[in-house]
């Protein structure tokens, strides 16, 4: 069975201390793994994909590597307001077309100042 | 403007009655998608529909139906509420590729009472 699993649940940081998030999956065939990002009764919004191990993608003080098991979230020097849910996804080709997103339970960032 | 729009963006009803949340898109994607949120459960997809004549459930789809009323829209409804079916929507898109991501709305969140 697809499954994902986000960790840790939960991480408070101090302003410029730096850490990382890790996404774990399992899939049968992986159509891609995506990393989203959720403010308080927001959609997603959508930061990256990565298609293959080994990939990387950066964005501001984001960074996301992708290996055969699981997927990192750098996050260099947060700000406060990189405060939000990051969620993270996958597609796997189980099913043929069905090719649907799979999401983890989500890590809840605080960042202080 | 959103690419993605859902209405309403809150809605408060009572058990036994019927609803439908509305989605609409400006980007142009064949495929859409509701998904419904409960905290710590992450998000669970209720169905999807691939172009305006393909309809298919999701995870959790007993207790609601869906209509493709155009490529653009994409209505959730749900044909007498109940409790447990208090949660936050979202309606998603994504281009037909292999591997392409979801684009969100904001979101409708929905109390059953």
């Known amino acids: 069975e697809d499954q994902v699993t986000q960790s840790p649940e939960a991480l408070r940081l101090q302003e410029g201390e730096s850490s990382s998030l890790n996404c774990s999956y399992t899939?049968?065939?992986?159509?891609?793994l995506f990393w989203y990002r959720q403010d308080p009764g927001k959609g997603p919004e959508f930061l990256f994909t990565l298609y293959s191990a080994g990939e990387e993608k950066e964005k501001e003080r984001l960074k996301a590597t992708l290996t055969k098991k699981e997927s990192f979230l750098h996050i260099t020097a947060p700000k406060p307001e990189d405060s939000a849910t990051y969620l993270c996804a996958v597609r796997s080709n189980y099913g043929g077309a069905t090719n649907k997103l799979i999401f983890g339970t989500g890590t809840l960032l605080a960042v202080q100042p | 403007d959103a690419d993605v729009t859902q209405t309403p963006r809150n809605r408060i009803t009572k058990t036994g009655k019927r609803i439908m949340l509305e989605c609409s898109q400006t980007?142009?994607?064949?495929?859409m998608y509701w998904y419904r949120q409960d905290p710590g459960l992450g998000l669970q997809l209720i169905y999807y529909?691939?172009?305006?004549?393909?309809?298919n459930k999701g995870e959790i789809s007993d207790g609601y139906s869906v209509s493709r009323q155009a490529q653009a829209k994409f209505s959730l409804s749900l044909e007498s509420a109940i409790p447990n079916q208090t949660a936050l929507y979202f309606c998603a898109t994504s281009e037909g590729r292999d591997g392409a991501e979801a684009f969100f709305g904001q979101g409708t969140r929905l109390t059953v009472v």
């Open positions: 529909s691939f172009d305006v004549k393909d309809i």
């Open positions: 980007k142009g994607h064949d495929r």
């Open positions: 899939v049968s065939g992986l159509r891609g």
